[in-house]
């Protein structure tokens, strides 16, 4: 299994793998089987705030005029739209306090799915987004990515409510979980 993986499907196969020494020693010390509950939900939150970082890194910045103390100076505001983190109910919870204390301006939303065990097939039981969805970025939040059904199905929720651009960020990614979001987006 890749390590870590931020992904943005809108961007077609735009995979980046997150290969920091210090996201994979944390991950190593997550995966520990002696690792308690709280060392496991403190380093899940440390690890998410380190992926935080990756997908803001090409957020679009604007000049914006301060005053310091001691003068105007030139500084710089991200630009552009306002930043949604969306859990997949309820693993997704687990990252989201890590990427709030980065981005603790960003607004949050929810997404619960399950599968019928007859059909195999999603049924949304939970969706709860901010307004106007088409004027924001959206981060879907999903720890492990499996077999990649639970992602798709929520990246095709939020588009079809709206959203114009998503970003999913998964901490553990299976190959034939890459293969069908890649191959579905």
Do not use: W
Request: a negative charge; hydrophobic letters at 45%.
């Amino acid at each position: 299994m890749p390590p870590i993986i931020a992904m943005n499907p809108a961007a077609r196969a735009n995979l980046h793998l997150i290969d920091h020494p210090l996201v994979q020693h944390k991950l190593t010390l997550m995966r520990d089987r002696d690792a308690s509950t709280n060392s496991f939900r403190q380093l899940l939150n440390e690890i998410s705030s380190l992926m935080a970082y990756e997908v803001c890194r090409d957020m679009t910045l604007q000049d914006v005029q301060i005053q310091t103390p001691l003068e105007t100076m030139t500084g710089k505001h991200i630009d552009g739209k306002k930043l949604v983190f969306v859990s997949i109910l309820r693993a997704g919870n687990g990252i989201l306090d890590g990427v709030l204390s980065v981005v603790p301006s960003a607004r949050v939303g929810h997404i619960g799915l399950y599968r019928d065990p007859k059909t195999l097939q999603a049924v949304e039981y939970y969706f709860k987004m901010p307004k106007n969805m088409e004027e924001r970025d959206i981060v879907i939040v999903d720890p492990m990515l499996a077999t990649g059904g639970t992602l798709i199905d929520s990246i095709d929720y939020v588009f079809e409510r709206g959203a114009t651009e998503v970003t999913c960020v998964c901490l553990l990614g299976a190959p034939e979980g890459l293969a069908a979001v890649e191959a579905h987006v």
